[in-house]
């Protein structure tokens, strides 16, 4: 699968839409985004059931101030709609693949009801 760019015009729909979700928060300048960016495409093309984005912090700069990013690259997990994942870093081809089958098998509705009583 392809990874998308994410703007403030999409990023609604996409997070609705696909059930699993990672976004890669990054910049054109940031010399370990441009090396995790090749690591994060080759995942996107061996994992099924995720849907992978990116958002370039410079031009999309509403959108990584109200997820609070504070360093780059930071990778976040949406599943069902719901934020269940985020960390600043790059990580290796191996350990991006394990976290996400690690996010398939997340209990959503445990995590449904933890939102709820918060």
């Known amino acids: 699968m392809s990874v998308i760019e994410l703007t403030q ?43 992978f984005a990116k958002i370039n912090t410079e031009e999309e700069q509403a959108l990584g101030t109200h997820f609070r990013i504070r360093s780059i690259p930071t990778l976040m997990i949406f599943r069902e709609g719901i934020g269940i994942f985020s960390q600043p870093g790059s990580l290796s081809g191996k350990d991006l693949e394990n976290l996400l089958e690690k996010a398939k098998t997340i209990n959503m509705d445990e995590v449904k009801k933890e939102v709820e009583n918060q």
């Not at 609604?12 to 010399?31: K, R, S």
């Open 9 to 51: 015009s999409n990023f609604d729909e996409t997070i609705t839409n696909n059930e699993i979700v990672i976004i890669d928060f990054w910049a054109p300048w940031c010399g370990p985004c441009l090396q995790f960016a090749p690591t994060f495409k080759e995942t996107s093309e061996k994992v099924q059931g995720v849907t």
